[in-house]
């Protein structure tokens, strides 16, 4: 029975029963995420209150199940075997954790425990991550830019910090109620080279302006390179990751096919 | 003379007549865009009132005769052979829906039925589809990178909730009016995602000035990658869409020139 | 003599004295268009008043000089050798429009006509594409990826007008004062779908919203598409230009080399 | 005594001991500029003024060790033997003066010169330059496409000085009071070809909103090139940059595997 619990409870297995499950459980979760963001409409809590209560009550009565026997068929997995190590090992996996916060700040309120975390069971959708092809895809194509991001990310940031810095200087004294503090200049800063411009904060002086300006060509100069540097991973990615025509086991080409990827390179240029 | 309707009708054929029933029919529908549009704006609406409804009249006039006539001659094609079974499936193609609804609104409103949907004619621009190479092409590239683009729009709905729901809980109790709940704070996290940012709401705790700096630098590089993709689909797609010299028959490399594809290597990978 | 002024005012020839007076030319086109720009900053239009005007008439006469001398040495020209039609053509092409421009408003103010045309005189900028190899690169870049930026012009129309006249259709009746007309909904949806957002006008039904974010998401995945064909058609275009190490002629290679350019495929496959 | 100050200052050398002197001032940069940036927020500045003070003088204190100590123990580098003439062509590198600038202002101020330079401060970033592979990569690709982003910045300057020019002439009767000038209108110009969209100036206007889609269009077809050309310059750096697996030499490939770069073929071919 360990063994039909363990088979239902991974995706990709336990035959047609299995597949049942899978898809109860995410749409358990798609629910529940719909249901924590409409109880926040104050017009439709008041009227569906009673209906959010039981929705919620069943949902972490699954989650507890489906915890609870993940746990304890977790040792049917040659690499937890251990019945107590092997159970703690699984359960620190952070998918594991995820399941476990999706269920915690019910039994904590039970007790007293943890204030109003209603809005904390959003994050129930990170559930959703075990059955995501996509988001495992989009982690590969992180890790393989993780060099070329860093590099990016820490030229952002000095950026960000000196113009900031710069347009706090000059627009300090014309605007001392908008601009009070370099921290509060960084949110204008962000919004600029991000080209997001919210426009509660903007420089009204000659050379806030041009400092501005510049900022803002600066932005879609630096700032936009994250999605083009991602992009490429993207077609770098989907190009080393192939199947075995004859057993279906991943092949990663990382080593060899993608020498010319930039991290690769950059790797080696150190 | 119903095949010589069948000439007239499709694009690029008919000779010199059908291109004049094509140009025709363009421009009847973008004279209507453009009238559906005007009429919207009051000091015109009242002056032209009369020219507006008889253009009305006589576009609803040529589009019927061009749907019947499209449903009569559509079995001269050999795929819709069967005089009633052949014109309902044709009928039943999108480019036949477009085109039915571009004129029944008008004969329903003269039964009283529908009330007020002059704005639908909007989408009588759609019958242009027909017309469009370029839309079909851009139709090719959108199938060609179906696969990816699915990811993103996976990745970019669940950063959208969970960032929305974050700033939410952070700004609620700062700004009640503003975030009155996550749905609501969707359209602020769209908004900067996007970075539209227009203004409407924007955090100011500190916390949430934080959250939305990371949530801006995330839109750039996460909602800005379907401009990437699609980009590079456009690349292969020209590449791999060539004609034969010899007879003009599309030849589609799907198949084997494009295994470099994104889309076509994830597939393989699953 | 006539032939010593030929090769004084071509770019890139006449000796030391010819880029004498190129410099010449490129540096008062500068000052004027400085000078306009700075003219219409009240404070220093009238302190400055007299320099400005003097500023004006010298440039006329230098660049009624510079025309008159164009047109008087394009003779020297072997494609414009006609006394009379040679120079005709010659006076046809757009950049001697360009010159004419850049003087006629002035000489037409002297006998009354055409009003207060000054900030007509910052096009005298265009003036300077005579000497700029970066726009001649930059009009072949688009040249060679005209047909993309039409298919992607024509879905952008399209959408667009689309996205706009659904809006205005939500909105109207809750912003009346707002979303007056499509005509002025199409300001809010170019700024939507360019992520400018100026924030002047946005819906504030949760349907307009919905719809806004499906259009901020669609804007950054369309009109961000320019950006990247042109791209690389700057890489493309960098790699077929080319110029004979021996002679020095500049070799195009688009008719063989570049047949995997998405124009030129997309011709053949038409 | 001078060679291990010298081993001890320079990056990567120094030994165990290097590394700590690298990592102490790497910290003591940083906590600089986030003291600096803290100290402009009111509440922080009056609480703990006497850490920042003392902050200040430690920190000036160290820089100043160590910029004596740098220009000490320069001679040891063979390219700065000279006692005095090394010496002064060493401190005059970029990156000396930087560690110049650092100190300086503290000095001027105890002499009563140089006002209130505090925010000066938070260029003691650039002290960092010095530690950071990423810069230094990032330089690079800045100098592989000098030529392509100068030909980019010069259309955009020339784009942005006539649409702002034009919106001027059209807006300025109808705002006056916001479209007071043409120098005033290239900050709408930047703020809308960036897609930036404070929402501070907007045309009101029919032909201004025609005028500013149009911008707007133009912007991100424009604007945002430098992105893809220093992305696609990443790529090309990255590829070109390895290292000899034998030695570590760090080599160039950039005369002849990069001549497929924009760069290279746009030199070639002029």
Known sequence: MRRTTFSLLSPDRGGRAGVVVDWL?????????????METVDSVASQYGPVFLWLEICSVALFTVEY???????????????????????????????????????????????GDLRVIRALRLFKLFRYSQSLSFFTRVLKRKKTDLVVVTVVDAAVLVVVSS??????HQAQPETFTSIPQTLWWGVATLTTVGYGDMYPVTPLGQLLGGITAVLGIGLFALPASIIASGFLEEARSATTCPQCGTRIDHTDDATDSSVSGRLENSR
Do not use: K, T
């Open 25 to 37: 459980i995410m749409a358990v979760i798609l629910v529940n995420v719909a249901a924590v963001m």
């Open 68 to 114: 609870l026997g993940r746990v304890w068929s977790a040792v049917e997995h040659p690499a937890y075997s251990g019945p107590i190590s092997g159970r703690v090992r699984f359960a620190s996996r952070p998918l594991l954790i995820v399941d476990l916060l999706a269920i915690l700040p019910f039994y904590l309120a039970l007790f007293g425990v943890g």
């Open 166 to 171: 710069l347009v706090y200087l000059v627009e």
